[in-house]
């Protein structure tokens, strides 16, 4: 079992930045991706960054030019948010594809943080 603790989330001005961190803890496991999501009021969750295992990413349109996802070791990713909108307020959930190993084999499994929430004011 993998469990993920989501931070920095908070209330920023437009213009401003917020890093946020996501760290997956537990045994027998190695982190294949790490995702991030948001959910806005009244909106369907979208994808904001993803990176890989070699470290590639993929930023939604959206974003691209003001945020940067890494990896600050194996098992926690960061997310830097800069030159934040009022359109960027959602709730933001870490969303990450592990590989479990167990005395019976191996399995790929995806987990989700409990939301952190961003809160850009104009």
């Known amino acids: 079992q993998v469990q993920l603790v989501e931070s920095g989330g908070g209330l920023v001005q437009a213009g401003g930045s917020l890093r946020l961190s996501c760290a997956a803890s537990?045994?027998?496991?190695?982190?294949?991706?790490v995702a991030w999501y948001r959910q806005a009021p009244g909106k369907e969750r979208v994808v904001v960054a993803r990176i890989g295992r070699r470290g590639d990413t993929d930023y939604a349109d959206s974003v691209k030019g003001r945020v940067a996802l890494s990896r600050d070791n194996a098992n926690e990713a960061v997310l830097q948010m800069n030159n934040l909108k009022p359109d960027d307020t959602a709730v933001y959930y870490c969303?990450?594809?592990?590989?479990?190993?167990?005395?019976?084999?191996?399995?790929?499994?995806?987990?989700w943080g409990q939301g952190t929430q961003v809160t850009v004011s104009s």
């Open positions: 537990g045994s027998g496991f190695s982190v294949n991706f």
């Open positions: 969303n990450v594809g592990v590989l479990e190993t167990t005395s019976w084999g191996s399995r790929q499994q995806i987990y």
